[in-house]
């Protein structure tokens, strides 16, 4: 039976294509805090690995080539996230926000530079597919939830990992390097949120500016709702782009444009209302570590 005129299938097939940027962020954050570190930078992470993948497709033609791209910067930018936060114990939200407003004002450069337009790229053919279900990045976001839920509760790293987010100290004292740990959170944080970025814009077939539009902020609500796990992140993302889903069929109703727009938002203080109170978040996440401290 057909809502509001659009077939059910349609309609799930853009809730999927919409979730999957939220589910890949949701999840690569969920490592970084787990590790201890906050990482406000997904937004810029997102956009820096869009951009990559716009650009290595436009140079080549070719998806994989976009996606080693958008992996690259996407790392690049992590490993300067986690220098300044983890080595240089910078505050984490300072840095976080920092991050995002050099990557934006970098890939507008980049535009400019590359393209000679400083809101958007030139049209790449992005990955050509009869079914969603066929996409590689789609693919990636599916086992990024299984993968990253064995990873961090059925293996000795994912034990590490989330001992250092609890209480670096002890898990220093128990000889687990906090520092490692924590880059290698930060960096699969980067790396899965770049992936989210190529598949963005291979789905849009352009880069434009500042195009990540709200969706590393959302993921974080993401992953706090779903409770610091793959899978709950990947289910609170289900629920962010089905709200999505609806502000864009309800556009063409006769509610305000501008209520519609604010949608997303809404839903997303409600729920954090609720669930922020029931949720512990990781003890030591945010907290820099001193190798010396002395407990208080």
């Known amino acids: 039976m057909a809502i509001m005129g659009i077939e ?3 309609i799930l097939l853009q809730i999927l294509r ?3 940027p939220y ?3 949701s999840v690569g954050a969920t490592f970084s805090e787990r590790a201890g570190v906050v990482n406000l930078a997904l937004e810029g992470l997102i956009l ?3 951009f990559g993948a716009a650009y290595g497709q436009f140079l080549t033609g070719s998806a994989l080539v976009g996606i080693l791209c958008a992996l690259f910067l996407g790392l690049l930018v992590a490993l300067l996230f986690a220098f300044v936060t983890v080595t240089l114990k ?3 939200i300072v840095a976080g926000i920092a991050i995002n407003i050099l990557v934006m004002g970098a890939t507008r450069f980049g535009l400019t530079l590359l393209f000679g337009s400083s809101m958007n790229s030139e049209r790449i053919m992005g990955i050509e597919v009869p079914f969603i279900f066929l996409d590689p990045l789609f693919l990636a976001a599916i086992f990024a939830v299984a993968g990253g839920h064995y990873l961090l509760f059925k293996t000795p790293y994912g034990l590490r990992l989330r001992a250092t987010g609890e209480s670096a100290e002890t898990a220093d004292s128990a000889g687990i390097n906090v520092d490692r740990m924590r880059y290698s959170g930060v960096l699969l944080s980067g790396a899965l949120a770049a992936l989210a970025g190529a598949f963005l ?3 849009q077939h352009t880069f434009t500016d500042n195009m990540s539009a709200g969706r590393g902020y959302i993921a974080l609500a993401a992953m706090i709702i779903g409770k610091w796990t793959p899978l709950g992140a990947a289910l609170a993302s289900l629920m962010f782009a089905t709200t999505e889903s609806m502000e864009i069929w309800l556009q063409t109703g006769w509610i305000p444009s501008q209520l519609v727009q604010s949608l997303p ?3 997303t203080l409600l729920v954090l209302a609720g669930f922020v109170g029931r949720a512990s978040a990781p003890r030591d996440a945010g907290t820099p570590f001193e190798k010396n401290r002395k407990s208080e």
């Open 18 to 20: 919409i979730a999957v």
């Open 48 to 50: 820096i690995g869009a």
């Open 8 to 10: 059910p299938t349609v």
């Open 90 to 92: 910078a505050d984490q």
């Open 201 to 203: 814009v291979f789905q």
């Open 23 to 25: 589910v890949l962020t």
């Open 265 to 267: 938002y809404i839903v």
